[in-house]
């Protein structure tokens, strides 16, 4: 409401509870930062994310090299950007892109092992668990993940380039 009353750009700070597809690995409680910028697309914001955190790690440590969880992470700006769809075919060999069925999909991940037993059968589904289960793990330096599935992103804009994946991004380290 506030940017189309002409703000331009709106920043909120929420305290969130969640209990939909509740899991170990993810707390259901968190304080999220939300910010809104008219004109501004999704490029836009994963530059201003990877400046603010780079940026800080800077000021703050006067490096942008760290260790984290046993492992050297570098925040220097210059964050690796991939489609869900490329992560997946870089550490599985598995091309989603070159896949359109939905049985050939689910397959797919079946034979990288990936569990599909209480997972909706479709093309999306199968791309997003191969990432959940078997390539998150394996991004340790700082990495967004573009292009989601519109099953698990109903809500996030279509792309207009592929509309079995949405304009979203999730920011990936350690």
Not at 41 to 46: A, K, P, T, V, Y
Not at 64 to 81: E, K, M, T
Not at 141 to 160: C, G, H
Request: hydrophobic letters at 45%.
């Amino acid at each position: 409401r506030l940017i189309i009353g002409g703000m331009e750009r709106v920043f909120e700070i929420g305290r969130v509870f969640r209990n939909e597809g509740v899991d170990t690995r993810h707390n259901p409680e968190f304080t999220s930062v939300e910010l809104y910028e008219a004109y501004a697309d999704f490029n836009d914001m994963m530059d201003l994310f990877e400046e603010l955190l780079s940026g800080a790690a800077l000021e703050i440590l006067g490096t942008y090299n760290i260790q984290w969880q046993g492992h050297d992470v570098s925040l220097a700006p210059g964050f690796r950007r991939m489609t869900m769809a490329e992560a997946v075919k870089e550490y599985l060999g598995v091309d989603f892109m070159a896949i359109t069925d939905d049985a050939e999909a689910v397959a797919a991940a079946k034979a990288v092992g990936v569990d599909m037993e209480k997972v909706e059968p479709t093309w999306g589904h199968a791309l997003y668990e191969c990432f959940d289960q078997k390539v998150e793990e394996k991004l340790v330096q700082p990495t967004f993940i573009t292009m989601y599935p519109v099953e698990v992103s109903p809500l996030a804009k279509r792309s207009p380039s592929d509309p079995r994946l949405t304009e979203r991004f999730e920011f990936f380290i350690c």
